[in-house]
């Protein structure tokens, strides 16, 4: 079953600080990866796409790496802002879905100053 | 406006009625799709749009579930006949064109909190 993990579900960081956020899939065949930052009460948005080629893509502070190896990818947020408190979600593409994406569950980020 | 708009923000109904939610999508975008996502969850796919051709229904969950956007933009979903377990937040995504080749990102709403009591 194609499935996508997050790491860690929540995570409290103070305002500067930088953190790491990760996510292992299962999808198979693989397209694309991405990575979406959701505001409480709002729609996802996009930060980054990757294809299997790629295995880094910045985005200002955000950064995402990506092993098709291991099937795994983080997003990395230096210099972190309070604006940055969210749910960051990882989105696989699985070619022989066609349109489908496996979203994972997300990871919580509060910021705290 | 320039985003995808969803409505209502949040809708309350009583078990057993029936719901619709509408999308607009940005003007021009051939892709769309249905998420739906519970509290503390990701988004799961419900549905997809090209034009006005529904390609993929496989993640409604049960035929209580109808979709349509029958003019290739506005898309409505529509549910009859709540039960307490449709309580979630629908999500409405819109993109230029998506094909598994893509890369273009997806352009959501801010969604419908829809509550049945």
């Known amino acids: 079953k194609n499935q996508v993990e997050q790491s860690p579900q929540s995570l409290i960081i103070l305002e500067g600080k930088n953190c790491t956020l990760q996510?292992?899939?299962?999808?198979?065949?693989?397209?694309?990866l991405r990575w979406y930052k959701q505001d409480t009460g709002r729609g996802p948005v996009s930060l980054t796409i990757?294809?299997?080629?790629?295995n880094t893509k910045s985005n200002g502070r955000y950064t995402a790496t990506l092993d098709a190896d291991t099937k795994q990818s983080s997003l990395h947020i230096t210099a972190s802002q309070l604006s940055d408190s969210a749910s960051y979600i990882c989105?696989?593409?699985?070619?022989?879905?066609?349109?489908?994406?496996?979203f994972g569950p997300g990871t919580r980020l509060s910021v705290l100053p | 406006g320039a985003g995808v708009s969803q409505s209502p923000r949040y809708k309350v109904a009583k078990r057993g009625q029936d719901v619709a939610l509408r999308c607009d999508p940005i003007?021009?975008?051939?892709?769309l799709f249905w998420y739906q996502q519970a509290l503390g969850q990701g988004p799961e796919f419900l549905t997809y749009?090209?034009?006005?051709?529904?390609?993929?229904k496989s993640g409604l969950p049960s035929d209580r579930f109808f979709a349509e956007r029958p003019e290739g933009s506005v898309s409505t979903l529509k549910i009859q006949r709540t039960q307490q377990e449709d309580s979630a937040v629908y999500l409405c995504?819109?993109?230029?064109?998506?094909?598994?080749?893509?890369?273009?990102?997806?352009?959501f709403g801010d969604g419908t909190r829809l509550s049945i009591l």
């Open positions: 003007s021009g975008h051939v892709s």
């Open positions: 749009f090209q034009n006005e051709a529904q390609l993929d």
């Open positions: 995504a819109s993109s230029f064109y998506l094909d598994i080749y893509s890369n273009q990102p997806q352009h």
């Open positions: 996510c292992n899939y299962t999808v198979s065949p693989f397209s694309n």
């Open positions: 990757m294809t299997f080629s790629e």
């Open positions: 989105v696989v593409s699985a070619s022989n879905y066609g349109q489908n994406f496996v």
